[in-house]
């Protein structure tokens, strides 16, 4: 009998059961490494909606887009200005730095952190961004570098356009980074950075909080789950769009289970995983295929269970079925 084998839960690529890093994604496979958890790689393809149009409108509209236009190379969202920071060294070990040199006004996802990468050692040296967290929202991201030994790089690891409007972000203020290195060869985790704080021009007039608007769904061991909006413009079809705040002191996993839109079950994508004292966006798809073979035109109903779990995958609370009506 072969080896066992998990799908990467970044790039769903069939992977060995034992593999703590995808060969393909490079990304550290935290967790337990849940099927379900598909949304971060479903980030990169909602980006590139972007180059087929689009539009959103402001973060606390009834209806927003995933995929919006490229805003003028001033602003993250909505006319926001992109603040400054200090050229600082972010990380250093084993004879590789890396150093931020500023933010990116003209990044096509938004914004992005400028980062130059030295590697003064005698091996390559792969580097992953495991999470971006802005304001105390924890937003999506794909970034990894490899850096060959004696050279340099420079690069950026980006802070998405749809997260930040998403959340209701116009003014960064705080930009916290967790990232690990490896090699390239074999995959073999080597550091993790810890939590990387960068303070940015715009510290004092931070956005912290979003229009809470909408309906409770869930509020217990410290986890409380809104349901924001749907995005009818969904690159996928449409979305239905969760604020998730994890006020406890742990570190917690929120899956969906069991999902109906409009009496009619659909695959459940919702997968987010989410630090102790902070929050994030969830969305839930409902993909163009389901729309169509189920009659759907617009996501009026949604029946969902919500299933909240710690890192070792056990079950922490559980919502049972919950009811969300949809205004239009």
Known sequence: MGNKMKVCKYCRTEIDAKAKICPNCKKKQSGAGCLFAIL???????????????SGGGPNSDRQADIVSVAPAEGTGEGAAVPTIDEQVLWEFDGVKMTATGIDKTSAWGAAVNVLIENNSDTDVGISVDDVIV??????NLDGFTVTAGNKKNASIDLFRTELQA???????????????????????????GCITITTSDAAAA???????GTTLFDAEGVKIIGKYVN????????????????????????????AVNGYMIADSLYKHVY???????????????????????????QTTFRILDTNYNEIANSGKVDLTVSH
């Open 276 to 302: 102790a004292g902070k929050k994030t966006i969830g969305r839930l798809y409902v993909y163009s295929t389901e729309l169509e073979e189920n009659g759907i035109t617009s996501v009026d109903t949604v």
């Open 232 to 259: 009818e413009d969904s690159f996928w079809g449409q979305a239905i769009l969760f604020y998730i705040e994890n006020s406890s002191d742990r570190e917690i996993i929120v899956e969906t289970e069991d999902t």
């Open 207 to 213: 956005d912290v909080s979003v229009e809470l608007e």
């Open 40 to 54: 971060i790689a479903l980030v990169v393809l909602v980006c590139m909606g972007i180059m087929f149009g689009g």
């Open 135 to 140: 304001n105390d929202y924890m937003l999506a």
């Open 167 to 193: 959340a209701g972000i116009e003014n960064i203020g705080k930009i916290e980074l967790y990232m690990h290195s490896y090699d390239p060869e074999t995959y073999e985790e080597k550091q993790s950075s």
